[in-house]
């Protein structure tokens, strides 16, 4: 019997698990294998979780690490992430799946490490203390890395959305 975790606590990280895992993997399969591993690892090590702590900052930091150890382990696998797995019941406008398509090919043209922290902290809404936490780096290293990371994938959206201009005569 775990003493730290329960399998109920588990359960509702799940859905914020796989969105972020999806987004550093950029496949399914491979997205919830990291999930999978996360998990596993979690209720392992579940009696280091002190109750009263940051219990998503801390499974991040576990799957933050599993999927640093992979990369090293084997090179990654990418392959175009399949959007129909896990449909959006919201009505989406006719042009979202191209500024979807431009975000994630802005994305995959960040480092790894401005990859994730604009992720943690835009798509997860964390703290920039908790991002220093999960990903093991200072704060100063946080903000940076998120700030080179709005940066590159701001001039990459603006430049790949202006047409070049030819002059008709």
């Known amino acids: 019997m775990n003493e730290g975790i329960t399998g109920e606590l588990?359960?509702?990280?799940?859905?914020?698990?796989?969105?972020?895992?999806?987004?550093?993997?950029?496949?399914?399969?491979?997205?919830?294998?990291?999930v999978q591993d996360c998990l596993e690892r979690a209720w392992r090590k579940?009696?280091?979780?002190?109750?009263?702590?940051?219990?998503r900052a801390?499974?991040?930091?576990?799957?933050?690490?599993?999927?640093?150890?992979?990369?090293?382990?084997?090179?990654?696998?990418?392959?175009?992430m399949v959007h129909s797995d896990y449909p959006d019941p919201r009505p989406i406008a006719p042009d979202a799946g191209l500024h979807?398509?431009?975000?994630?090919?802005?994305?995959?043209?960040?480092?790894?490490?401005?990859r994730e922290v604009l992720l943690l902290v835009c798509l997860e809404e964390m703290r920039y203390e908790q991002v220093a936490s999960v990903l093991g780096v200072p704060i100063g290293t946080v903000m940076s890395r998120l700030h080179r990371a709005r940066e590159r994938l701001r001039t990459w959206m603006a430049d790949e959305k202006t047409p070049p201009l030819r002059r008709v005569k």
């Open 10 to 34: 588990l359960a509702t990280q799940i859905p914020r698990l796989r969105r972020y895992a999806r987004a550093l993997t950029r496949n399914v399969q491979a997205a919830d294998d990291l």
């Open 46 to 55: 579940g009696h280091l979780w002190e109750h009263g702590t940051d219990l």
């Open 58 to 80: 801390w499974l991040f930091t576990l799957m933050h690490n599993v999927h640093i150890n992979a990369l090293k382990r084997r090179q990654p696998e990418t392959e175009p």
């Open 100 to 114: 979807l398509r431009d975000l994630e090919q802005g994305l995959a043209r960040l480092t790894p490490e401005q």
